[in-house]
């Protein structure tokens, strides 16, 4: 079932400025997990902001589980089944105690407070900050911020994440334990995720890739499929996984091996395989 619909969507800023894309069409099935990948420019920021009613089309229709996001009356409705995430998890933190700044948008909402409880407990039990619940934010690092900043998402319990280059201020432990994060909520609560990222390892663990450039698409397929056109993504910006681009430059030197390799574990078994 699809939940996001994007149908010729175009967009640009103003009247004099260029379109970011046009007569663009994606669509995101319920549950799935995919990354969006592109140089700096390419709309994939931009067509993030279309998924909750940031930003609205110039052209053609988003619809979110049937709603058109154009349909302001509609707009709570959006924002409750897509939640945003940032990349810098400071402007989304507004409350002083942890727990409190999960509650913040529920209380603005209206939901009764035992159920602003069981939904905040629930939510930073989902990320693991529950021991945290009576911290002040800014006395976490920033791996637990973003987590934190999740959590806040989680409370809405939306049928969608949007995460935009979540880890891109984080330090590479913070960035795996907010992957952690992501893949269970994904596994576990079957919360479709959009992650934008410009971490290659970050996209190989999603279950589909797309990549953007110029404000089209320009491959849309599982991990190993689109990080096997290691040409192709160099000539628009991008690299590839570390073991892809191991893999790749043993090709190069006549060592027959697959390169649809995107994992360490497969790649220590091929290679052992070679030498034996």
Not at 64 to 78: A, F, L, M, P, V
Not at 118 to 141: C, F
Not at 245 to 272: A, Y
Request: net charge negative; aromatic share 6%.
């Amino acid at each position: 079932m699809n939940l996001i619909k994007a149908e010729k969507l175009s967009f640009r800023y103003d009247d004099e400025s260029e379109y970011v894309f046009r007569d663009l069409d994606l669509t995101f099935r319920q549950g799935e997990m995919a990354a969006v990948l592109g140089h700096n420019g390419c709309g994939k920021s931009t067509f993030a902001k279309h998924l909750n009613a940031i930003l609205l089309p110039t052209g053609g229709k988003v619809y979110i589980d049937g709603i058109d996001t154009c349909d302001e009356s509609k707009i709570y409705d959006i924002r409750r089944q897509v939640g945003m995430v940032f990349q810098n998890p400071d402007n989304q933190i507004v409350a002083t105690i942890v727990e409190e700044d999960v509650a913040f948008a529920l209380e603005n909402l209206g939901v009764p407070p035992k159920e602003i409880r069981e939904r905040v407990d629930e939510a930073l039990q989902a990320v693991g900050m529950y021991k945290y619940r009576m911290h002040s934010p800014h006395q976490l690092s920033g791996g637990q911020k973003q987590r934190v900043a999740i959590a806040g998402i989680i409370a809405m319990r939306p049928k969608c994440i949007v995460l935009d280059e979540p880890t891109a201020m984080l330090d590479p432990i913070g960035r795996k334990k907010v992957m952690n994060t992501i893949k269970k909520l994904n596994n576990q609560f079957g919360i479709t995720i959009i992650l934008i990222t410009h971490y290659m390892e970050e996209a190989a663990q999603c279950g589909r890739v797309i990549v953007m450039d110029e404000g089209k698409v320009l491959l849309d397929d599982e991990p190993k499929e689109v990080f096997s056109h290691i040409e192709l993504l160099k000539q628009v910006g991008l690299d590839v996984p570390q073991v892809t681009e191991f893999i790749w430059e043993l090709k190069k030197k006549g060592v027959n091996i697959d390169t649809h390799i995107i994992d360490e574990e497969e790649c220590s078994s091929i290679l052992l395989k070679l030498l034996s």
